[in-house]
């Protein structure tokens, strides 16, 4: 059973930056994509950032200036960088693998709190 593990959640000042990561107990290479959502209180889990395993890279329109993903293959890990944070971007970020045709991996996902 693939596991991913993020970590690197927290309380971050407005205008703060944070960097995520998702350990990935299979082989990163494996997964067809990687990719992070996020969900608010009250809200449904939406997509932040997404690289497929040919680099190919998306991100949420309204993040993509504020956001980098990346792998480190030889670690199994994907990150998620994150600058200039908003209060609003405060939110339960979940790590997500998926492999063809149809299989989706979630992590437990980490709490990032955006808060003076």
């Known amino acids: 059973q693939v596991q991913l593990v993020e970590s690197g959640g927290g309380l971050v000042q407005p205008g703060g930056s944070l960097k995520l990561s998702c350990a990935t107990s299979?082989?990163?290479?494996?997964?067809?994509?990687m990719g992070w959502y996020r969900q608010a209180p009250g809200k449904q889990r939406d997509l932040v950032a997404r690289m497929t395993s040919g680099g190919i890279t998306n991100y949420a329109d309204s993040l993509k200036n504020r956001l980098t993903i990346s792998t480190d293959n030889a670690k199994n890990k994907v990150y998620l960088q994150m600058n200039n944070r908003e209060p609003q971007d405060t939110a339960v970020y979940y790590c997500?693998?998926?492999?063809?045709?149809?299989?989706?991996?979630w992590g437990q996902g980490t709490q990032v709190t955006v808060s003076s």
């Open positions: 997500t693998g998926f492999q063809c045709p149809a299989t989706n991996y």
């Open positions: 299979g082989i990163i290479v494996s997964f067809n994509a």
